[in-house]
């Protein structure tokens, strides 16, 4: 019954079909990925691609590091932002990049990214009151206007 279905279609079709031929299906080729920015050691750098605004940072903490200059600011929907320099030297000690992360209103926790890639945490600050642009942990106090 099937060889007299098959039959019949194949009288009813223009083309031939021969059952023995094989079908070369070939997925397409992924797109090209863009190479990752990779610095002179080879390693990732913490921030490709720059944005945000230079703003007035200030930076201490209890152990002599102290920064106060003007520093790339970028934000987050949620509040959270990260501060570093453009060409992405460190601002304090071998600090390039310091996340502030929002984790309940008026609390973050805070980390630094160091020259060697160490994702350090710093830990929980509290954002002050009489100064709503810093931040003020343990050992730390961090602020960008």
């Known amino acids: ?6 039959l019949a279609l194949a009288a009813c079709s223009d083309q031939s079909f021969n059952a023995t031929e094989s079908v070369n299906i070939t997925p397409p080729e992924p797109p090209a990925a863009s190479p990752a920015p ?13 944005g945000g605004r230079m703003v007035d940072c200030s930076i201490t ?13 970028q934000a987050d929907e949620d509040g959270s ?6 060409d992405e030297s460190p601002l304090v ?6 996340g502030v992360a929002i984790t309940e209103p008026g609390v973050a926790e805070v980390r630094g990214l160091t020259t060697a890639g160490i994702n350090s945490r710093w ?13 003020a ?3 730390f106090e961090i602020c960008a206007r």
């Open 38 to 50: 990779l610095d002179e050691f080879g390693a990732l750098t913490p921030n490709p691609a720059p």
């Open 123 to 135: 830990g929980t600050a509290q954002r002050l009151r009489e100064d709503p642009a810093c931040w």
């Open 1 to 6: 019954m099937i060889l007299a279905s098959s």
């Open 137 to 139: 942990g343990d050992d």
């Open 61 to 73: 903490n209890d152990y002599g590091a102290r920064f106060a200059d003007k520093c790339l600011f």
């Open 81 to 86: 932002f990260a501060l570093s320099l453009p």
């Open 93 to 98: 000690d071998e600090v390039v990049m310091i």
